[in-house]
Nanobody, 116 residues
Framework: QVQLVESGGGLVQPGGSLRLSCAAS????????MSWYRQAPGKERELVAT????????NYTDSMKGRFTISRDNSKSTVYLQMNSLKPEDTAVYYC?????????WGQGIQVTVSS
């Protein structure tokens, strides 16, 4: 059974930091590219960042570059998203995604709220 379980979300003040984790099980994690997406209220889901299966390459949506860092630990089947300098507009539900060829799996999402 494939599972992607996000953790680490919550309420943070503007300028603060959070680290999201996504623990994977039930599939060959080290073969999958991993991504973080987010969806704000009333908006479409958008890509935040992607990391290749080996962790050798990463890509970020422009608005997150320099503030967010995606990483992975294949020995722990976990992908991370370090978020710094958070802004109110970063408030959203954040989703973990695993992709390999035409296979794609999603986590249940975790809320991140940036507010004073």
């Amino acid at each position: 059974q494939v599972q992607l379980v996000e953790s680490g979300g919550g309420l943070v003040q503007p300028g603060g930091s959070l680290r999201l984790s996504c623990a994977a099980s039930g599939f060959a994690f080290r073969s999958y590219a991993m991504s973080w997406y987010r969806q704000a209220p009333g908006k479409e889901r958008e890509l935040v960042a992607t990391i290749t299966s080996t962790g050798g390459n990463t890509n970020y949506t422009d608005s997150m570059k320099g503030r967010f860092t995606i990483s992975r630990d294949n020995s722990k089947s976990t992908v991370y998203l370090q978020m710094n300098s958070l802004k109110p507009e970063d408030t959203a539900v954040y989703y973990c995604n695993a992709k390999f060829s035409r296979l794609s799996w999603w986590g249940q999402g975790i809320q991140v709220t940036v507010s004073s």
